[in-house]
């Protein structure tokens, strides 16, 4: 039975990639959640007006790739550090949260992040955020997969 993740980590077409590159992973929606605004576009978002992040929605096989396991590239493919920015992106829409479904996956999630924090792995604080999953919006069709629609890899 298929289940589901929500995590932001900066800007979606390149954390969708890498959550598409996961065997047991079915889907990986570029989105948003968290916001005030219904159904946002992306340039409201872009304001930095609505409280929703640039999120990636996972559908995956809990049986072939563990949660832990996307847990696990979500943290490798973000610095968890930076406070509502990544890189050259910055704006609360691009901060660093896990949106979680079920207590399961909050207890993990919270568990991955003091492991991590415990183990210096970072020089600085982990400010990945941790909180209850919302609506999930689905971005404009052009931001889908747009690492192969533009060619990059």
Same mark, same amino acid.
């Given at each position: 039975? &298929?289940?589901?993740?929500? /995590?932001?980590?900066?800007?979606?077409?390149?954390?969708? %990639? &890498?959550?598409?590159?996961?065997?047991? !992973?079915?889907? &990986?929606?570029?989105? /948003?959640?968290?916001?005030?605004? $219904?159904?946002?576009?992306?340039?409201? !978002?872009?304001?930095?007006?609505?409280?929703?992040? =640039?999120? !990636?929605?996972?559908?995956?096989?809990?049986?072939?790739?563990?949660?832990? $396991?996307?847990?696990?590239? /979500? /943290?490798?493919?973000?610095?968890?550090?930076?406070?509502? +920015?990544?890189?050259?992106?910055?704006?609360?829409?691009?901060?660093?949260?896990?949106?979680?479904?079920? =207590?399961?996956?909050?207890?993990? &999630?919270?568990?991955?992040?003091?492991?991590?924090?415990?183990?210096?792995?970072?020089?600085?604080?982990?400010?990945?955020?941790?909180?209850?999953?919302?609506?999930?919006? +689905?971005? =404009?069709?052009? %931001?889908? +997969?747009?690492y192969e629609k533009m060619?990059? %890899?």
């Amino acid at each position: 039975m &298929a289940e589901k993740a929500v /995590f932001g980590a900066g800007c979606f077409w390149g954390v969708e %990639h &890498a959550f598409r590159q996961l065997e047991g !992973v079915s889907d &990986a929606v570029s989105g /948003f959640m968290g916001g005030e605004v $219904d159904n946002p576009s992306y340039q409201q !978002v872009c304001t930095g007006d609505t409280g929703h992040v =640039e999120v !990636v929605e996972v559908t995956y096989d809990p049986e072939i790739v563990s949660y832990g $396991d996307l847990l696990d590239t /979500f /943290f490798a493919v973000h610095d968890p550090t930076q406070l509502n +920015r990544q890189g050259p992106d910055i704006g609360e829409q691009y901060r660093s949260v896990i949106f979680y479904q079920n =207590e399961e996956q909050r207890a993990q &999630a919270e568990e991955t992040k003091a492991a991590l924090m415990a183990a210096g792995k970072y020089p600085r604080e982990v400010v990945t955020s941790i909180e209850p999953a919302g609506d999930f919006y +689905r971005a =404009e069709e052009y %931001h889908q +997969r747009y690492y192969e629609k533009m060619g990059m %890899h």
